[in-house]
């Protein structure tokens, strides 16, 4: 019997994709490319990372996570979704600036204190830049963790000398897609939260992939959102959730660097790319959907939620000769959440946006490690399918080099 | 002699706004339509407020605000840019989520708390279930400020009966023009928060405004943001600073209700609107700007920085070896995040996409008041130039009476 999966409905007409994207999504994999694929069954990859933060979490504290871009915004997303707060801290560190760092070890004890220092190039200057401050305010008491390429780059060769712990990257996993490596698990692990669920989510929608192909969750979700994707140059991605905005704003990367490119595979001239737009719901009914009600129609939407509260009727209370109140009297505030994503979502529609709707039945690492997998699947067939590469990006080196120019950074 | 300003300079050609629509922004004015424009001189209001806030700073610890959309936006921008957390604690619950509501309450003594309930109508449906919920979970020993209208809704009406402490909203101002009312300002004076310097800077603007109209710095924003408003569909509001990313949401809602329009004045159609997007560098060069270099050209971007870190030459250090980090040893985080800011200006203008350079020379609560009126004033006028009302926002009761509806209240 196959696991029971997130539910996702497009809520407009869309095509599926082709079979010739999935026949080279399969080519892609067979040649090693889609390294993301497998971190769900690198039970040794797992075993290593979990031990590493096992053995750290008896004797400290707080981890301090130096990373940026994909080295930390699926951390974030898991430790949003995940992190009950009740064990030991992991503190995400992605501003090189002195005074967001010296807020964030103010209250450190550097003995208490680990830093992981998370970059797969081993050169990222923020990252870097990040980590040394670090290291000067914690002091060199606090052990580090390097998270790097598994041969290449400074940092794997800095780390071997000083003697510090590492974990691999597989070299076939690009950062954005790094979430199930040691990249997002380690951290992950350390706070105490169900890494194994992670991986046995994503791994469900792999296998869900594999058996039905392009009537998959995965390729279902590419076929919706690669259908509305030229004609509707905005995606808003919406949880009615503040656990899972922080997962908006992964997805966010991930599509925009994934499928923002200039040129496609022939290397002719595209400028393709959808700008996606994470929002919160209910918060951003107060702020963007007046501008998604009556502004350009150039918006679709995935409107994403999770729990089923049941609808309660009104109690008496403190309130109830409140007309403004009365019908919230006893109610659970999650039954309001609810109603306000169906009424937003049928409001949208109404007004001719294309409104997808994802919903998890409640927010576990399994349904988490689910929305990853399937996130990340969907995106490199809407890659394939737009024949752009998804797993490059080669835009953000004009502003790396000026601003290495600027440091005077040699040699790059 | 004036007081200095904050620094505002569009990188390409553009047009000011017309003599025609400062005429019509003067006339608003002299129909009483911008109260935002007078907060910084409503002396009353403002001592109304801070002694308030004085009085409950003496036996309480903690302020819960319930509020949502512009009663929380603008507030959280203060909290992020001026907050050094050293004083009295506040917390913005935007959520109507009960788990989310539990987590933000669980170290809260209620006899040590204190609940602030802010909606200018009396009957938003989040707010209002935030604060029973609120309620419910702290008790009724927790003393409650309404912050609403002056005179009518149901909240004003329920807080005289209770006896609750009240503040009003200037009925002439809106939501999101409220930050400088007790909105943002009772909150911020309990935070300790320098709330006169916000209204220093703020009335600073209105200055300028009223000494160079065309010429201001508030026109000058305006006639750059107009300029390429119509050409492309997406603004990117991009602080270099952690402390500034909830300015870079308030102004989205600002920037999207207020010129999001299905018709205009003259009541054609007319859908309007750009759609802003709130990004932090230096996170977002590894996560969007891939998309903005390859991607369509449809944005224009205004890079926000702060501060002027003094570049130094860098150090011997622990890492002198390392050709990856020797360029950093020895410097100042900031550096680097200020030089990535200039570069990734420079990449963005190379690619073609107009760039807006906006620079605090640090900050503080004077530019942030700065800051919030020059927007508030810049967003009148281009709504004033495109020929819409950028006062209201009819196109979110739709979705509000479908809630209401699925919730069961009457009498909508």
Redo the contacts between chains.
């Keep these: 019997m196959s696991a029971q999966l997130f539910d996702f409905k497009p809520g407009f007409n869309w095509n599926s994709v082709q079979p010739e994207t999935l026949e080279q999504f399969n080519l892609w994999r067979k040649q090693g490319r889609l390294g993301f694929l497998d971190l769900p069954y690198n039970l040794t990859l797992h075993r290593d990372t979990a031990e590493l933060a096992e053995m750290y979490r008896r004797k400290h504290g707080t981890l301090f996570v130096a990373g940026?871009?994909?080295s930390?915004?699926g951390l974030r997303a898991i430790l949003s979704a995940l992190n009950d707060?009740s064990g030991r801290k992991v503190i995400v560190a992605?501003?090189?600036?002195?005074?967001?760092?010296s807020?964030a070890v103010a209250n450190a004890s550097p003995r208490n204190s680990l830093i992981s220092v998370v970059t797969k190039s081993?050169?990222?200057?923020?990252t870097?830049?990040?980590f040394?401050?670090l290291?000067r305010k914690l002091g060199k008491d606090a052990p580090v963790v390097a998270i790097t390429d598994p041969v290449n780059g400074?940092?794997r060769e800095?780390a071997e000398k000083k003697g510090w712990s590492t974990l691999p990257v597989p070299a076939n996993v690009g950062?954005r897609f790094s979430v199930l490596s040691p990249v997002g698990l380690f951290p992950a692990a350390f706070a105490g939260i169900d890494t194994a669920g992670l991986l046995r989510g994503a791994a469900e929608i792999v296998e869900d992939f594999e058996t039905n192909s392009g009537k998959s969750l995965a390729a279902v979700i590419a076929g919706a959102f690669l259908s509305r994707f030229k004609s509707h140059?905005?995606h808003v991605f919406m949880p009615y959730?503040?656990?899972l905005y922080d997962t908006a704003?992964w997805f966010?990367?991930l599509w925009?660097?994934s499928?923002?490119?200039?040129v496609d595979l022939n290397g002719n001239t595209v400028?393709?790319?959808?700008?996606?737009?994470a929002c919160?719901g209910?918060?951003d009914?107060?702020?963007?959907?007046?501008?998604?009600?009556?502004?350009?129609?150039?918006?679709t939407v995935t409107i994403v939620t999770e729990g089923n509260p049941e609808n309660t009727e009104?109690q008496p209370?403190?309130?109830s000769d409140?007309?403004?109140?009365n019908?919230?009297?006893g109610?659970?505030?999650?039954?309001?959440?609810m109603?306000?994503a169906?009424?937003?979502s049928?409001?949208?529609s109404?007004r001719g946006l294309p409104v997808n709707r994802l919903h998890l039945p409640c927010i576990n690492a399994g349904y988490l490690g689910q929305v990853f997998m399937a996130l990340e699947i969907a995106t490199v067939l809407t890659g394939l399918a737009l024949g752009v590469d998804p797993l490059n990006?080669?835009?953000?080196e004009?502003?790396?080099?000026?601003?290495?120019?600027?440091?005077?950074?040699?040699?790059y």
């Design positions: 940026i871009g994909g930390s915004l707060q992605d501003s090189p600036d002195s005074r967001v760092i807020r081993g050169g990222t200057a923020e870097l830049s990040i040394m401050e290291r400074q940092l800095l950062g140059p905005v959730s503040d656990y704003l966010a990367q925009a660097e499928l923002g490119k200039a400028a393709t790319g959808q700008t996606p737009l919160r209910p918060a009914q107060h702020s963007l959907v007046q501008l998604f009600m009556e502004g350009p129609a150039d918006k009104p209370g403190e309130f409140q007309p403004a109140m019908y919230l009297e109610r659970n505030p999650d039954i309001l959440r109603a306000e169906e009424a937003t049928t409001a949208l109404e990006q080669p835009g953000v004009r502003g790396k080099l000026l601003a290495y120019k600027a440091m005077g950074r040699e040699g």
